[in-house]
């Protein structure tokens, strides 16, 4: 079974991009084919990955544009199971030329179709708003995974990214699940991160992660080396956390 998952809040801060990273290598590293589809102009999945994205002669742009295919704009990694759509600033220019487009919200789902049997998930990261590029993803994906900072104003950004969820199941992509809820940042020294946690809990009925990604000095570090934390320390506890969230996502594939 394949899954496009997208992973995504409204609020910025909250460790989706890392969350996109780290989790895409450790399941290439558990043995999984997976394509991370850097959908963010920022382009910050892209350096992750150490791909220089102001150098990248093809990205997510021209694939939506339909300039080139999605063969066309493939980056190998370190490890032959994990390959990555490139992006960088130019995506942002697609959110104006994509409005007068028929069927603009498909554009993406259509993209990914050659390449989707290749691989056993593709995670694809948002734009931490609801952009056309947003609504792409989702009306791409099978599911979503929401990262949760445990802030104080996380509530907030989960009730809108539900809401978002909601419009997009109803107007176009009716099979859309909610893959789960991760919390992001953790800090078992911090009342709040657990209150946090709790007051999710209480609120949702969804499949939330037992795995909490925990705040990470190498992790932090990881992307300026262009690595993921599960290669430039792989004994790290940044490194073990998204491990453990791999392997819970591949429990759910029965």
Do not use: W
């Not at 370190?78 to 104006?96: F, H, Q, T």
């Not at 919200?105 to 609801?130: A, F, M, T």
Request: with cysteine.
């Amino acid at each position: 079974m394949n899954k496009i998952i997208a992973l995504a809040n409204q609020k910025g801060g909250v460790g989706k991009t890392t969350t996109a990273v780290n989790l895409a290598a450790a399941l290439a590293e558990a043995g999984r084919h997976v394509l991370a589809v850097d959908f963010d102009p920022q382009g910050n999945l892209t350096s992750g990955f150490g791909i220089e994205k102001d150098r990248v002669e093809n990205t997510a742009y021209e694939v939506v544009m339909g300039q080139c295919s999605v063969e066309d704009v493939l980056q190998k990694t370190y490890s032959d199971r994990l390959d990555v759509i490139p992006s960088n600033v130019n995506l942002s220019g697609a959110e104006i030329e994509l409005l007068d487009r028929e069927n603009r919200e498909n554009i993406l789902k259509n993209c990914l179709e050659p390449v989707r049997k290749k691989y056993d998930y593709i995670l694809i990261d948002c734009p931490p708003s609801l952009s056309i590029l947003t609504v792409n993803a989702m009306t791409a994906a099978t599911s979503v995974l929401i990262p949760i900072q445990c802030e104080y104003y996380a509530m907030e950004g989960l009730n809108q990214m539900m809401r978002s969820i909601q419009l997009v199941r109803k107007k176009l992509n009716p099979e859309l699940q909610i893959e789960g809820i991760v919390f992001t940042m953790y800090d078992a020294r911090n009342n709040l991160s657990q209150q946090v946690v709790d007051s999710v809990k209480e609120a949702l009925h969804e499949h939330i992660f037992q795995t909490m990604i925990s705040r990470n000095v190498r992790a932090a570090e990881a992307p300026s080396y262009g690595l993921p934390v599960t290669e430039y320390d792989p004994r790290s506890s940044g490194a073990e956390n998204y491990r453990k969230l791999a392997a819970e996502l591949i429990e759910l594939e029965d």
